[in-house]
């Protein structure tokens, strides 16, 4: 079981631009979250899609938007890029029902210039 | 307002000695607590879940407690040792819905 994974790995993009982040989950589990974490702060939640729908949504503008395929991977777009957009972007996997843990990508680092 | 407060000066210990997190919340109701381990530039790793109805969970050499009337969570590594050195988080669900609200994290530091 490869666990969550993440592309890319790294990105560098300039203000303005678009970004397109990728995730795979775990095997056998429905429920995507994406979460952003600037340096030295603790992750801050984005949204979760769970059967290809947008579930729940953080504090974040509509330039972050969100897809789920029906494979349960999901990307993360970014419209408008801004400096403060720089930080790490990470996914998490879970299992719907019954609640337990998520698990987390590696993410994806993404430095707007 | 909503706050989850973790110590942000590292915590530095012996190599063999309990190390012991705090994470400490105000005006949440959370239903779940998770502690999460975070080493630099990578994902966070899950290590422990303790649900709103329990006071403690052990795993391994890890102890989670859970006081909900002060509002507060314990987080114990006993016979701590360098490979331990890391961020631990302490996440809030408010519900089964999984979106986490974490604190900022503590750094800790075992010293061979």
């Known amino acids: 079981d490869a666990g969550v994974t993440q592309s890319p790995t790294h990105l560098i993009k300039t203000r303005g631009q678009q970004v397109t982040l990728r995730c795979s989950p775990k095997?056998?589990?429905?429920?995507v979250s994406w979460y952003q974490q600037a340096l030295g702060q603790g992750p801050q939640f984005i949204f979760q899609?769970?059967?290809?729908?947008?579930?729940q949504r953080g504090n974040f503008p509509d330039r972050f938007s969100g897809h789920q395929f029906p494979n349960y991977s999901s990307e993360l777009n970014v419209n408008a890029l801004l400096l403060g957009d720089s930080a790490l972007y990470l996914c998490a996997s879970s299992l719907r029902y019954p609640y337990n843990e998520q698990f987390f990508g590696p993410g994806t680092r993404l430095t707007v210039l | 307002s909503q706050k989850i407060e973790q110590n942000s000066e590292a915590l530095n210990i012996q190599e063999g000695k309990t190390a012991t997190l705090t994470c400490n919340y105000t005006?949440?109701?959370?239903?779940?607590l998770q502690w999460y381990r975070q080493d630099p530039g990578r994902g966070p790793v899950f290590l422990l879940l303790i649900r709103e109805n329990e006071k403690e969970k052990r795993k391994e050499r890890l102890k989670v407690t859970f006081d909900t009337t002060l509002k507060q969570s314990l987080f114990h590594i006993t016979a701590s040792q360098p490979a331990d050195s890391a961020t631990y988080l302490c996440?809030?669900?408010?519900?089964?819905?999984?979106?986490?609200?974490f604190g900022s994290g503590t750094r800790l530091l075992v010293r061979p």
């Open positions: 005006n949440y109701s959370p239903a779940y």
């Open positions: 899609y769970y059967e290809e729908e947008e579930r």
């Open positions: 996440a809030l669900a408010l519900d089964s819905s999984y979106k986490l609200i």
């Open positions: 095997s056998g589990h429905d429920t």
